[in-house]
């Protein structure tokens, strides 16, 4: 199993430009997750989804969009980049929406000049 | 939502000493409570879990302790080993909401050979 993959690894945008970055994990979880970790501040929840068709928004989820339209794939949406948006983000995935742990994707690293 | 407070912010030791980290939250119907670790640049990961029924859990040389009442839980690691140095953070999931985590902002551990 790949567990959870993302692309691209690193993207530098201009302020306001758009772009989609892909999460897709193979471990047939339901729930999936995206969160930015900005330095020093942990990691904060934007969107997460209990399943395909099905998605909420988390803490900070304005400037962002998603969709779930299979199991695997949760891509994130950009749009209209600002220098806030600068960050790492990391999609995760669990099998369970109680106890379960979060699998983690190995991160974008995004920067918005 | 959750809130969860995570000190300190850095920790250094000496090789061989132990280290402790607290962290509080808010909800008292949170049930579930991660720590993951994050090397420099990588992904987090799980290392230990309690859930609310449970006051300690023990995995080698790390335990975690939960106090509901006081409605802080802490990690500890003894015998502390130069590859333990990394950010660690402590999560809570609220009891209303599925799969969600709230996480505290991280502690980096340093610990000198």
């Known amino acids: 199993n790949a567990g959870v993959t993302q692309t691209p690894k690193f993207r530098i945008l201009k302020i306001g430009q758009s772009m989609t970055l892909q999460c897709t994990q193979d471990?047939?979880?339901?729930?999936m997750y995206w969160y930015r970790q900005d330095p020093g501040m942990g990691l904060k929840l934007i969107y997460y989804s209990v399943g395909a068709g099905i998605t909420d928004k988390g803490e900070v989820p304005n400037g962002y969009n998603v969709s779930r339209s299979t199991t695997e794939d949760f891509p994130l949406r950009l749009e209209l980049a600002a220098p806030s948006q600068t960050s790492v983000y990391f999609c995760a995935s669990s099998y369970s929406g109680q106890n379960g742990e979060q699998y983690f994707g190995p991160g974008t690293r995004l920067t918005v000049t | 939502g959750e809130n969860v407070e995570q000190h300190p912010s850095t920790l250094s030791v000496q090789e061989g000493d132990s280290a402790v980290i607290k962290c509080t939250y808010s909800d008292s119907a949170s049930n579930y409570f991660p720590w993951y670790k994050q090397e420099l640049g990588k992904r987090p990961q799980l290392i230990i879990d309690?859930?609310?029924?449970?006051g300690e859990k023990k995995d080698q040389r790390i335990a975690v302790t939960l106090n509901k009442t006081a409605k802080h839980f802490s990690l500890h690691i003894t015998e502390t080993q130069p590859e333990d140095s990394a950010v660690y953070f402590c999560a809570a999931k609220g009891g209303s909401t599925l799969g969600r985590l709230y996480f505290g902002r991280g502690t980096q551990l340093t610990v000198w050979p």
């Open positions: 309690i859930r609310s029924n449970v």
């Open positions: 471990m047939n979880h339901n729930y």
